[in-house]
């Protein structure tokens, strides 16, 4: 894995490569490879994700998103990222490590998504593993919380498969797709072990 600080304006640009991705912050020439990924994966996200605003697809509503990207980046409050392919550059989903506190607590929170067409191949966990990796080396954080609905079978094997460690039920925690739900919540540590690597991808369709 190769982590990259690049000097852009007054901020720094956070790029992450290693097994066959490259994760890095949103551009505005994103706008339309992922505003198609997440119209074609609408059906597939909407039992996992808040409802989604009226203009979310529109080009608007993206400037604002990179604009908003880029400040959190800059005041190290959020660090939202897609994931492409590097072999052709392709968008597959997006994670974003959150809600970053420092002082004692030297902690964020992990959330992420996978276009529904490339569901399965095993990219998802091979960005959570750079991202934490990211975290704990270049961020200096000290853990990673993350949480999932409970019947959300593929999102727990993945977070577990990770590194991540069960840690109980919150109740009510999140409102997804415009109902509040209880949550499994996870956390790994930059003293827990290393995962074991993740399962090869299958060559692109």
């Not at 600080?5 to 994103?30: Q, V």
């Not at 992990?110 to 095993?122: C, D, I, N, S």
């Not at 977070?159 to 209880?182: K, Q, T, V």
Request: glycine content about 10%; hydrophobic content about 40%; charged content about 25%.
């Amino acid at each position: 894995m190769a982590l990259f600080r690049l000097g852009i304006a007054t901020e720094k640009l956070h790029i992450i490569k290693g097994d066959g991705l490259l994760l890095r912050p949103f551009e505005s020439r994103d706008f339309e490879p992922w505003a198609a990924l997440r119209e074609t994966s609408r059906d597939f996200l909407t039992p996992w994700e808040p409802t989604w605003p009226g203009d979310d697809l529109t080009r608007q509503a993206f400037r604002r998103r990179v604009r908003r990207n880029d400040e959190e980046i800059a005041r190290d409050e959020a660090y939202p990222f897609l994931i492409t392919r590097e072999t052709d550059g392709a968008i597959l989903g997006g994670l974003t490590l959150g809600q970053v506190r420092r002082g004692v607590a030297q902690t964020a929170t992990l959330g992420y998504w996978m276009g529904g067409p490339h569901a399965g191949r095993g990219y998802m966990g091979k960005a959570v593993r750079l991202m934490s990796i990211y975290a704990f080396a270049n961020l200096r954080l000290h853990r990673i919380e993350a949480a999932c609905l409970p019947g959300n079978m593929r999102s727990i094997r993945l977070l577990e498969s990770a590194g991540f460690r069960r840690e109980g039920i919150a109740r009510s925690y999140l409102r997804i797709n415009g109902i509040w739900h209880d949550h499994v919540l996870f956390a790994r540590l930059d003293s827990d072990p290393a995962p074991a690597p993740a399962r090869n991808l299958p060559a692109p369709s």
